[in-house]
């Protein structure tokens, strides 16, 4: 039987191989690895003429796996993917420290009170920064996002915080005079939850009074209900431990529903998967 030689193979013709299986291309396996297009191709050359086995169809725009190639390519990426853990895991620093990047409200109304666990698991130092609610996912330093929106970014680790459920609420001292709900002054948010046009057209709820106070941040919106100043549509899984504590009381049985939501992501770089599922496990739990 003729010898591979599979223990001589350099790791760096396995690595372009998957990286261009991956990206459909020799150029994009090029940009991904910092290498030149030349250099990926040469390296893959000689990995074909060290297995005896062509990898790729070379055709003038494009490249396709062979039967070989598209037969070896899922063990290779198995085996890649399970070095690449265990060398975070035990050699790794990211683990130690993680930073994660969300809005002020969700900080506060679902990062902060899941700390205590999220501590407890990882043992991390975790550096919390603050960022206005947005729909794009861009790679940056942070070890983790809060986004919102459907969860159809290009990302490797994805998991809803919560399922996004809205309703009116109001200080129970702006209810004391036992006057109907709707006529009450109304606070409107800014950003991309739902808010009073869409319950007022869902519900049938009369769209006077217009709102009289308008806010961009939820946390600020949230001050001036709980303050009685007004009924603020809000995110029910949000004012959760309001409503238990009966700072804020609900003044309709009825709930919007929105298929969008607030999303932890994390690239693949960034975490490992035991890290994530421990992490996401943390963040996504009812406290």
């Known amino acids: 039987m003729r010898d591979l030689g599979f223990d001589r193979l350099p790791l760096e013709w396995i690595r372009a191989f998957e990286a261009a299986a991956r990206c459909g ?25 060290r297995l005896g086995a062509r990898l790729f169809l070379r055709k003038p725009r494009q490249i396709e796996l062979t039967t ?4 070896w390519l899922p063990h290779v990426q198995h085996a890649l993917d399970g070095l690449r853990e ?3 895991e035990l050699f790794g620093v990211s683990h130690r420290r993680l930073t994660l990047t969300a809005s002020a409200s969700v900080t506060a109304l679902w990062i902060v009170p899941r700390l205590p666990a999220l501590l407890a698991e990882t043992g991390a130092q975790v550096l919390l920064r603050t960022m206005m609610v947005t729909s794009d996912y861009a790679k940056e330093d942070s070890t983790l996002n809060v986004l919102y929106g459907a969860g159809d970014w290009p990302v490797a ?9 809205l309703a009116p609420v109001a200080a129970p001292g702006l209810l004391a005079d036992g006057h109907d709900w709707r006529g009450l002054p109304r606070i409107a948010l800014s950003g991309p939850r739902p808010g009073w046009t869409e319950w007022c057209a ?36 949000l004012v959760a431990s309001d ?10 049985d009825d709930v919007l529903p929105h298929h969008e ?14 890290q994530w599922d421990r992490i996401s496990a943390c963040l996504t739990e009812a406290v």
């Open 25 to 49: 291309s020799f150029t994009g396996a090029a940009a991904e690895t910092g290498l030149t297009q030349s250099a990926i191709s040469q390296r893959i050359a000689q990995l074909e003429a």
């Open 68 to 71: 070989e190639g598209e037969a």
């Open 86 to 88: 265990s060398t975070d």
């Open 157 to 165: 680790h994805r998991a809803p915080l919560y399922e996004e459920r």
């Open 202 to 237: 869902r519900t049938g709820t009369p769209t006077v009074p217009t709102p009289t106070l308008r806010f961009d941040t939820f946390s600020t919106a949230l001050s001036a209900a709980r303050a009685g100043l007004g009924v603020l549509i809000a995110s029910l899984p």
């Open 243 to 252: 409503l238990a504590s009966g700072a804020l009381r609900r003044v309709s």
């Open 261 to 274: 939501t607030y999303w932890l992501v994390a690239a693949k770089e960034r975490v490992t998967r035991r």
